[in-house]
């Protein structure tokens, strides 16, 4: 959903609706504020190596085996070309926080935020390079070289920050400790929901785009349900929807394996990161097709409003006597 035309490369010019001068500095403020919050809490973390939240304790030890295994993040998405330098560095940055914020002492390194960022990439990675041919031909292809250090803060710096220090201040109201019960429901919960419903739409909303713009056929305009080209901005195809939902839903279950959830904070997460899904595809037809803003904010945004919709939905569950005592 949410289709992003991307003619650049394949000689066709700019085919955007919104100026190309507009996208560019929307994308360079977008990398500047997400960037330099990415940077603050990854600061924030190294300086307090021991900093708990909760019942996670993150040893020295462990605290070097996640910078160890970022920067070979990093490099993995280098050497397979699916982001540029900068883009590699910033999805390493993002793949510390969110290892060191899911992380658990009692468990594998794996059981964390790692499990299920490692098959967004696999699950992203492979729906980009998917039908590629049919997609260069129409001019909708990504860049050879990769995803920009944009592209990857649009899509992923709203799951690392979701388990950052600060969000933890967010989340508690400002409070430097918490009682266990309160962790247990509240605390925890928010802010791995929020962390996993920004992936599921990330997942969901590339896969869905490539997928559709590959296989889907002529795709529809989602307010209006009319015919449109490929490539479209807010156009949609069932198939390119089903596979961006089925990706989502695997997203969502191996999240909830690795991040030690219940069934039901899962689905919160799965029904956020869809919302998102369809989010994305709104505004891509309102506020994108008109040349407001460009496609890095979008995704931004739609990831964002995953994530407020995952808490939102939470808080609203606590408020059932069942869910609550279910929860302990």
């Given amino acids: 959903m949410g289709e992003e035309m991307r003619g650049v490369e394949e000689g066709t010019g700019w085919r955007k609706a919104i100026p190309e001068a507009r996208d560019r500095l929307q994308s360079r403020t977008l990398v500047a504020v997400a960037g330099a919050l990415l940077v603050l809490e990854t600061v924030a973390v190294l300086r307090q190596p021991f900093f708990i939240w909760g019942e996670l304790h993150v040893r020295e030890q462990i605290l070097v085996e996640i910078v160890t295994l970022s920067v070979a993040f990093a490099v993995l998405v280098l050497s397979l070309r699916a982001a540029t330098v900068a883009g590699a560095l910033v999805g390493g940055m993002i793949c510390f ?9 009692q468990y594998t390194i794996v059981r964390s935020g790692l499990a299920p960022l490692a098959l967004l990439f696999m699950l992203t990675f492979l729906a980009t390079r998917a039908g590629r041919r049919v997609k260069a031909q129409a001019g909708l292809a990504e860049k050879r070289r990769g995803r920009s250090a944009a592209q990857v803060i649009a899509n992923l710096s709203i799951a690392g920050l979701a388990v950052s220090p600060h969000a933890f201040d967010l989340v508690t109201g400002g409070g430097g400790c918490c009682g266990a019960g309160y962790y247990k ?14 992936m599921v739409e990330a997942t969901a909303d590339t896969v869905s785009s490539e997928i559709g713009q590959a296989f889907g056929g002529r795709p529809v305009m989602l307010l209006t349900m009319q015919r449109v080209a490929p490539g479209a901005d807010g156009a949609v195809t069932l198939l390119g929807s089903l596979a961006g939902i089925a990706g989502g839903v695997l997203v969502a279950v191996v999240g909830m394996w690795a991040l ?25 037809a309102t506020v994108e097709r008109r040349g407001w803003i460009g496609n890095d904010l979008v995704n931004f945004s739609s990831t964002l409003f995953a994530a407020v919709v995952a808490a939102v939905v939470l808080w609203l569950c606590l408020m059932d006597p069942t869910y609550f005592r279910a929860a302990w």
Wanted: hydrophobic residues 60%.
């Fill in 97 to 105: 926080l969110l290892v060191r914020g899911t992380v658990s002492s």
């Fill in 185 to 198: 429901i509240w605390v925890w919960p928010a802010m791995t929901l929020m962390c996993l419903a920004a």
């Fill in 260 to 284: 030690r959830l219940r069934p039901s904070q899962a689905a919160i997460a799965l029904f956020a990161g869809i919302c998102g899904l369809f989010f994305d595809s709104f505004l891509g």
